[in-house]
C-alpha cells in the first residue's frame, strides 16, 4: 500500500468523525476596518427524499475555505449581514443580524443548497436548489457594543428539515473596535448554574421534529440573566401511549395518532417559588376534530374537560406558493389547562385557567401518503412556562386509505439514534487500520535499514 493511499485513508477517517472545525469570519468597511465578526463551529444538517421515498438525513461541515461576504451596518442602518458560501457546492447560509433599542441579536437565516447526485445519495431531486427562509429570530443575543458568547454546541432549526448546528460561537454585528470584540454575553447554556435542557421546539424557531440531540447538546438560546431554579413537583411516571383517531361524516377514519403525551407547566407557589407542574394525558379521553384537504386538526379533552390539548396538521406550500409540496406537519397546538393541588401543589392560583398556543410550529413533519413515526421523546415548546412532550409516537393527519398507517417516515432523532453504534464501530475500525498502518510503515523502514551495503 503506497504511503498516498495511506493518506486518503486517514483523511476519510478525520472527516467522518471530527467535528466542524471553529473558524474565524469578518467583514470590513469601506475604510477597510473590521465592523463584523464572527468565530463559529458551524455545520449544516437537512433531510432529503431518496428515490424509494424514504426520508435521509445529510450532515456537512462549514471550513475556512467558505467565501464571505454581507454588507455592515452604518449610523443609518440597524441591520448586518454575513453570508457564507461555497460556490463550487452551490451552498450558503446568510444571517441577518438587527440593532433594535438596548440589544442585537440574529434575526433571520437563509440556507440556500443543491441536491447534488454525487452527494447526496440516491436523491429523489438531482440538481434540485433548495431555499430554506427562517425568519423572525431572536437568537445570538447581546447588548449593544458586546459580543454574544456560546461554547455549546446546539442547533438551530430552520424548518422544512433543515437545521443548523453551531458550536464555540462568538458574534458580534455591530460596533466592533478596534478589530477586537467587545465585552461577552454569555448564553444561558454556559452559565454554570443554567441546566442544558433536553432538545425543544422553541416558538419562532421550530425542529424538524427532530430533532433530539446528544444529551451534552443544547438548543440555541438567547442570552439570559440567570432565574431562580424552578422546584420540580414528585417525579411523574412517563406517558403511556394511546390511540387517538377521527372520523369524517361518512365514519371513515380520516386521522390517527398514537402518541404519549404529557404536559409541563411552571407556575408559581405560595411561597413565591416557581414549581413545575406534570401530568399525563390519561386514558379515558374525548377525542375530537376534524379533516380536510390541507387542514386536520386532533382535540383531546380530558379532566371533565377542564383540560384539552389541540393539535392542528397543514400542508406546508412550496416556495410560498399554493401548491402542496408533498409535506405536511403540526403548525398549531394549543393546551387548555386549569391549575388545581392536584397537578400543581401548593398553588398561589387555584382554580385559574389556562390557554397556551403556539401557531408558529414546524413539528412532526411528515410527508403526505405517508406516517410520521418517532419513538424519541419530542419537546414542543408553547411558551416559556408550557411545554407538551411527546413520544412513542405514529400519526397521520391526511391520506389515511384505511384504518392502517400508510408507510413511515422515521424522525431523524430515530435515524440519529439507530446510527450511533454503526458510526462509532466504523470510527473504532478505522482507527484500527490507521494504527496497523502505521505500525506496517514503521517497520517496513526499520527492515529496510537493516540491509544497507557495509
Known amino acids: 500500500m503506497s504511503f498516498q493511499t495511506f493518506c486518503v485513508l486517514l483523511a476519510v477517517f478525520t472527516a467522518v468523525c471530527a467535528q466542524a472545525p471553529t473558524n474565524k469570519y469578518e467583514l470590513k468597511d469601506a475604510n477597510n476596518a473590521t465592523c463584523l465578526k464572527a468565530d463559529m463551529s458551524l455545520s449544516i444538517k437537512v433531510d432529503y427524499t431518496k428515490t424509494d421515498n424514504a426520508t435521509a438525513p445529510f450532515t456537512w461541515p462549514l471550513d475556512g475555505t467558505v467565501t464571505v461576504g454581507g454588507n455592515c451596518a452604518n449610523d443609518s442602518m440597524t441591520t448586518a449581514l454575513l453570508t457564507l458560501s461555497i460556490p463550487a457546492a452551490e451552498t450558503s447560509v446568510s444571517m441577518t443580524f438587527t440593532k433594535d433599542g438596548d440589544s442585537t441579536f440574529l434575526s433571520g437565516v437563509v440556507l440556500s443548497y443543491k441536491e447534488d447526485p454525487d452527494i447526496f445519495n440516491e436523491t429523489a431531486n438531482p440538481n434540485k436548489t433548495n431555499d430554506v427562509n427562517k425568519g423572525e429570530l431572536k437568537e445570538f443575543e447581546a447588548s449593544p457594543g458586546n459580543s454574544y458568547k456560546c461554547n455549546n454546541q446546539g442547533d438551530l432549526d430552520l424548518g422544512s428539515g433543515a437545521m443548523l448546528i453551531l458550536a464555540d460561537v462568538q458574534v458580534q454585528a455591530f460596533d466592533v473596535k478596534n478589530s477586537t470584540f467587545g465585552d461577552n454575553d454569555e448564553c444561558a447554556a454556559d452559565l454554570p448554574t443554567t441546566m442544558a435542557p433536553n432538545t425543544t421546539v422553541n416558538p419562532n424557531t421550530t425542529v424538524s421534529p427532530n430533532t433530539t440531540t446528544p444529551a451534552n447538546h443544547t438548543t440555541i ?17 412517563d406517558p403511556k401511549q394511546h390511540n387517538y383517531t377521527v372520523t369524517n361524516g361518512d365514519g371513515k377514519i380520516c386521522l390517527m395518532a398514537l402518541m404519549a403525551l404529557q404536559v409541563d407547566a411552571n407556575y408559581t407557589k405560595k411561597d413565591g417559588k416557581i414549581g413545575v407542574a406534570k401530568w399525563n394525558v390519561p386514558e379515558n379521553t374525548t377525542v375530537g376534530g376534524d379533516c380536510g384537504n ?19 396538521f397543514t400542508k406546508s ?138
Open 221 to 237: 438560546m438567547p442570552t439570559t440573566t440567570p432565574e431562580p431554579k424552578p422546584t420540580p413537583n414528585p417525579d411523574v411516571p
Open 294 to 312: 390541507d387542514t386536520s386538526v386532533l382535540e383531546v379533552t380530558y379532566d371533565g374537560g377542564e383540560s384539552k390539548i389541540s393539535i392542528t
Open 317 to 454: 406550500g412550496k416556495s410560498n406558493m399554493l401548491q402542496d409540496d408533498g409535506k405536511f406537519k403540526a403548525s398549531m397546538i394549543t393546551v387548555e389547562y386549569v391549575e388545581t393541588e392536584a397537578h400543581f401543589p401548593e398553588t398561589n392560583n387555584t382554580g385559574t385557567k389556562h390557554t397556551v398556543t403556539n401557531n408558529n410550529l414546524t413539528a412532526f413533519e411528515g410527508s403526505v401518503g405517508s406516517s410520521y413515526k418517532c419513538m424519541a421523546e419530542q419537546d414542543v415548546m408553547l411558551s416559556g412556562d408550557v411545554t407538551l412532550v411527546a413520544k412513542d409516537i405514529q400519526l397521520q393527519p391526511f391520506g389515511l386509505d384505511s384504518d392502517n398507517f400508510d408507510t413511515a417516515e422515521e424522525c431523524p432523532a430515530d435515524n440519529e439514534i439507530s446510527n450511533i453504534v454503526p458510526i462509532a464501530v466504523g470510527c473504532a475500525l478505522a482507527g484500527l487500520v490507521v494504527i496497523v498502518l502505521i505500525a506496517y510503515l514503521i517497520g517496513r523502514r526499520k527492515s529496510h535499514k537493516g540491509y544497507q551495503q557495509v
